[in-house]
T-cell receptor, first 114, second 111 residues
Framework: DTEVTQTPKHLVMGMTNKKSLKCEQH?????MYWYKQKAKKPPELMFV???????INESVPSRFSPECPNSSLLNLHLHALQPEDSALYLC?????????????FGPGTRLTVT | TQLLEQSPQFLSIQEGENLTVYCNSS?????LQWYRQEPGEGPVLLVT?????EVKKLKRLTFQFGDARKDSSLHITAAQPGDTGLYLC???????????FGQGTTLQVKP
């Protein structure tokens, strides 16, 4: 089973709201990732967790706050977002964080900030 | 910084035609991965190639990896509307764990 699940599928939020995106995998993978993707563009890496610890933060604004409660779960907490943050947010996982391991992506959360 | 260039960026063809998408790197690939992404969905891994000169087939898709491991191609035979999507090549950095993506090829196959 190579499934990564994400909830919700769609999210509309105002600029003053607080919301969270959730990601789950049961493949025993020890690395998990958050990406942001705009239409017809490649995914842009935001965060990497390795063994439940944050190992890479790609200079993401603090209005995005990641959390890894355990090895299967990854959250992205959103607060005071801007309309330009509207995008598809993708979660991925891999066996380990080193680049030779394949990444498996979830279906994404389509976020609209109004 | 490694750069991946994909060509063409956009391709619109009729069902039944053949096509080739190219991915070229400014440096040697560590681990080249090809993904297909359908609208509104996440990227789905198609294949991983690591050995120079390697050829892999996945039904009507043929993936080639250059001998020098700096270029790759994806050939689709007799394209079908279900092949429509964004095709991404990516290299896994063996040092950082990051995936370096090409800018993608948007393919539209018309019935």
């Amino acid at each position: 089973d190579t499934e990564v699940t994400q909830t919700p599928k769609h999210l509309v939020m105002g600029m003053t709201n607080k919301k969270s995106l959730k990601c789950e995998q049961h493949m025993g993978h020890r690395a998990m990732y958050w990406y942001k993707q705009k239409a017809k563009k490649p995914p842009e890496l935001m965060f990497v967790y390795s063994y439940e610890k944050l190992s890479i933060n790609e200079s993401v604004p603090s209005r995005f706050s990641p959390e890894c409660p355990n090895s299967s779960l990854l959250n992205l907490h959103l607060h005071a977002l801007q309309p330009e943050d509207s995008a598809l947010y993708l979660c991925a996982s891999s066996q380990d964080r080193w680049g030779l391991y394949e990444q498996y992506f979830g279906p994404g959360t389509r976020l609209t900030v109004t | 910084t490694q750069l991946l260039e994909q060509s063409p960026q956009f391709l619109s063809i009729q069902e039944g035609e053949n096509l080739t998408v190219y991915c070229n790197s400014s440096s040697v690939f560590s681990s080249l991965q090809w993904y297909r992404q359908e609208p509104g969905e996440g990227p789905v891994l198609l294949v991983t190639v690591v050995t120079g000169g390697e050829v892999k087939k996945l039904k009507r898709l043929t993936f080639q990896f250059g001998d020098a491991r700096k270029d790759s191609s994806l050939h689709i035979t007799a394209a079908q509307p279900g092949d429509t999507g964004l095709y991404l090549c990516a290299d896994g950095s063996s040092n950082t764990g990051k995936l370096i993506f090409g800018q993608g090829t948007t393919l539209q196959v018309k019935p």
